[in-house]
């Protein structure tokens, strides 16, 4: 919760100092860096919570819930962005970023599991 919360305050901050993008490289500026760590962490974090959770649940089904769930409070945030009188904008490419960090999770997640296996 305590990380969902540091979403949030980070990326609702009001922003009129950060850089904007304005073409395909600049997706990998610190910026968006710091969107795909912040969702890598958020999978990192969902999918043991779901494991306990839903413990009789398929693995396919507790995957599903953390994508939705984190693809939805990246939109979210994109939307309040725009909305919100923060001096932000919203865009498309904070979502790509946050999708990655998503994906990124997810192979952490992978790559930690095959490694506790082998143990």
């Known amino acids: 919760m305590l990380w ?16 904007q993008v304005t073409d395909f ?9 710091i969107h ?9 974090l969902l999918i043991p919570g779901i494991h306990k959770q839903y413990p009789s649940c398929s693995k396919r089904y507790k995957y599903g819930i953390v994508v939705v769930t984190s693809v939805l ?5 994109e939307l309040l962005q725009r909305y919100l009188p923060l001096k932000r904008d919203g865009n498309l490419y904070d979502v790509i970023a ?22």
């Open 73 to 77: 409070i990246a939109i979210l945030t």
């Open 36 to 44: 795909i760590a912040l969702f890598a962490g958020l999978v990192l």
């Open 4 to 19: 969902l919360a540091g979403i949030f305050l980070l990326t609702l901050l009001p922003g009129n100092y950060f850089p």
């Open 98 to 119: 946050d999708v990655a960090g998503i994906f990124v999770g997810f192979l952490v997640f992978y790559i930690l599991q095959i490694k506790i296996a082998e143990k």
């Open 25 to 33: 490289w600049s997706l990998f500026s610190p910026d968006k860096l």
